[in-house]
């Protein structure tokens, strides 16, 4: 039996142009394996349904897609009603536009959509 062997990489050895080249090659090569992962753990669970008689497909949906999860969008609250593209969700910092829209003694009401 093999035991997985650790490989630590003395990176005090390694000149600051060595650093940053390896550090360049780290998200593609992150992004290689992640993605040869999923494949196999895909293959595998394809593999288990099969083995019970079923399809993958036919377990979650032939249109339904694996979706990770997101932080979504959030819905515009706020919008310039003489410049539509001008718009705001109401979180975080006030745009310069509703800045100036109140700084005119306007209502944030009036801008509600």
Do not use: C
């Not at 032939?62 to 001008?86: D, I």
Request: charged fraction near 35%; proline fraction near 3%.
């Amino acid at each position: 039996m093999i035991i997985n062997q650790e490989v630590i990489m003395d990176l005090s050895t390694l000149s600051l142009v060595e650093l940053r080249e390896l550090q360049e090659k780290i998200p593609a090569e992150l992004k290689r394996r992640e993605s040869a992962e999923k494949a196999n753990v895909l293959n595998e669970v394809r593999a288990f349904a099969k083995a019970r008689g079923f399809a993958i497909e036919d377990l979650i949906g032939k249109e339904t897609k694996v979706k990770v999860a997101s932080g979504g969008k959030v819905k515009v609250k706020y919008r310039h009603p003489q410049n539509a593209e001008l718009e705001w969700t109401g979180r975080g910092r006030k745009p310069k536009w509703v800045e100036a829209w109140l700084a005119e003694g306007a209502s944030l009401d009036a801008l509600l959509v």
